[in-house]
T-cell receptor, first 111, second 113 residues
Framework: GNSVTQMEGPVTLSEEAFLTINCTYT??????LFWYVQYPGEGLQLLLK?????DKGSNKGFEATYRKETTSFHLEKGSVQVSDSAVYFC??????????FGTGTSLTVIP | DGGITQSPKYLFRKEGQNVTLSCEQN?????MYWYRQDPGQGLRLIYY???????QKGDIAEGYSVSREKKESFPLTVTSAQKNPTAFYLC????????????FGSGTQLSVL
């Protein structure tokens, strides 16, 4: 079956620290991979996506590379800011419009 | 501006009562979805619809019902059969091609009185 596994949180970092949030997936076929971000009391917003193996998605300083050999899509940012505090969800989107989400990782960045 | 509108933002349900959550989109998307989010947990799919007048159960459909009479609208009814309805409900939509991203509404928080 299809599933997404994310590292558990919460994660607390100091401003300007390096961020990695791990995400691995199980899928048949060739899904696209996504990172979504959720701010308190709001819906999810797309952060970045990659549609095929070795693609790198990037946005607002965040990056993730679609690694088929390790079935991973880890999220990274070189220098986090207080405004990056949110919950981050890894997801895969599959033929037939089924989407599968990880459980989310809460990030808090302290000044 | 195009987007997805969910209403109300907060909703309270009494014991034995059915309540309906509204979801409207003006993105001209064919596919629409309802997800449930519990504190500290991921999103679980309740129902989804790929075209008007058609919908499929997701992983946790018991105690919920939907309709898709118009392309723009996908209301969710939480029935009295749903014994633990307190959660944050998210509506989403997408173009019906493989691997396209989801657009989300801002959610409805449902609580039991």
């Amino acid at each position: 079956g299809n599933s997404v596994t994310q590292m558990e949180g919460p994660v607390t970092l100091s401003e300007e620290a390096f961020l990695t949030i791990n995400c691995t997936y199980t899928a048949t076929g060739y899904p696209s991979l996504f990172w979504y971000v959720q701010y308190p009391g709001e819906g999810l917003q797309l952060l970045l996506k990659a549609t095929k193996a070795d693609d790198k998605g990037s946005n607002k300083g965040f990056e993730a590379t679609y690694r088929k050999e390790t079935t991973s899509f880890h999220l990274e940012k070189g220098s986090v800011q207080v405004s990056d505090s949110a919950v981050y969800f890894c997801a895969l989107g599959y033929t037939g419009n089924q989407f599968y989400f990880g459980t989310g990782t809460s990030l808090t960045v302290i000044p | 501006d195009g987007g997805i509108t969910q209403s109300p933002k907060y909703l309270f349900r009494k014991e034995g009562q059915n309540v309906t959550l509204s979801c409207e989109q003006n993105l001209n998307h064919d596919a629409m979805y309802w997800y449930r989010q519990d504190p500290g947990q991921g999103l679980r799919l309740i129902y989804y619809s790929q075209i008007v007048n058609d919908f499929q159960k997701g992983d946790i459909a018991e105690g919920y019902s939907v309709s898709r009479e118009k392309k723009e609208s996908f209301p969710l009814t939480v029935t009295s059969a749903q014994k633990n309805p307190t959660a944050f409900y998210l509506c989403a939509s997408s173009i019906t091609v493989p691997n396209e991203k989801l657009f989300f509404g801002s959610g409805t928080q449902l609580s039991v009185l």
